[in-house]
């Protein structure tokens, strides 16, 4: 395949070149690359497009089992719905049930995954500490799975306390591997959603109220200095608070190994979502919860300056039917909303577009950043010789309003729903196969496991 005329854009730099796809990787890029022998069905002119690496998100959650079903997508509709807006690899989860070993869970999760359309690879969640578990880790690692996820939230089902946080960030530093946290002080926000619903405040606006913003930067500091103790990587997940970003500013600047992630969701949408009917503010129930101006001021800043170092959509969503769990109850309803079909959409229109951040930046945070944390590096988030052909072709002035009735992530409510978008996929390259043309998915797609080497 060759594209023509493409406006290239690098984290570091653009250009204007041809690229030549053989197999799944590029073979070259240069000026007026020759086209004899080829099909002319296999040219594509990208005159007036912008090209870049297929999105990387690197926290997605499909089929996740909960309390109220599993979320909606599964590893096939989720990987759809990533391709039709640009998104070419994803890193979802291994969450294992108590009493379950982490290698163990690890294989089905890989089974689970195999009809996935697009490359993946998994993080995986110790959950408690067991005599195994240093062992389990360590050979996570060796299968190539050297990114851990640590929740701080959840207590009574997958959360664990400091003491264990710290035996498994001491065993990741010492194996090569790294730390990635959901941080909210989770005993603190038990004891607040127990009290709200005690106190007669069954609604969904007890949901904020429950996870306050120092829930969570409490939390960060807690886990920011177990990593500096410890000497493990710490890579914090959908990070939402002012406090949050003051504390991960510090640990940079200390020249700690601490990176941070974002989500579109907590830089664009904001608290007043939960001051409306059930029916309304369900949807918008995710954790941690949707914050206020100033705080999303905090995120934009941090992301233009480069405090935050990707975005993730921590796309988990749900049908209206799992939300009613929690009708009368704010504390069952279905935790999580989906969004990895409009990252890139979301962040070129109210990122670039707005002047916050560079499009080199947008691919930055879009792909590279996730691709060089997780150690996908060069081989992603790159565009280059000898790089994967994951690429987008976008169409910097396409328009579209996200709306239930069109996106693809199988669920019947869209957090961004009305939202006016600019910049679209026009072709989405992955693996070196046309996965998306003009807004129609190709069949035969399969995306491959991604084994990924040691982080330090
Ligand atoms: O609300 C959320 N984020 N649900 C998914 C699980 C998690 O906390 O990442
Ligand atoms: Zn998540």
Redesign the pocket.
Known sequence: MLIRNAHIVNAFDEKQADILIRGRRIAKIGKNLPTEDMDVSAVIDASGMLVFPGGIDP?V?MH?PTAAGF?SDDFVSGSRAALMGGTTTMIDFVTPRRGMSLTEALRLRIDEAAGCLIDHSFHVSPVEWTPDTALQIRQCIAAGFPSFKL?M??KDAIGIDDGVMEKVMQTLADAGGMATA?CETGDEVDRLRDSLFASGHPEPSSHPLSRPPHAESDAVAKAIAIAEKTASPLYI??VSSAGSIEHIRKAKEKGLPVMAEVCPHHLLLDESSYKASFEDAAPF????PLRSEPHRKALWDALQTGIIDATGT?H?PFLMSQKEHGRADFRKIA???GGVEHRLSLLYTFGVRAGIISLQQFVEVCSSGAAKIFGLYPQKGLIAEGSDADLVIWDPNAEETISVKTHHQNSDMNIYEGIRVYGKPVFVIAGGKTAVSHGCLNEGLRGELLRRPLIQ
Do not use: E, F, I
Request: charged residues 5%; aromatic residues 10%.
């Open positions: 926290h959650h996740l979320s929740y939230a959840y959901h997940v959908h129930v995710m954790s941690p921590d988990c935790n999580g909303a």
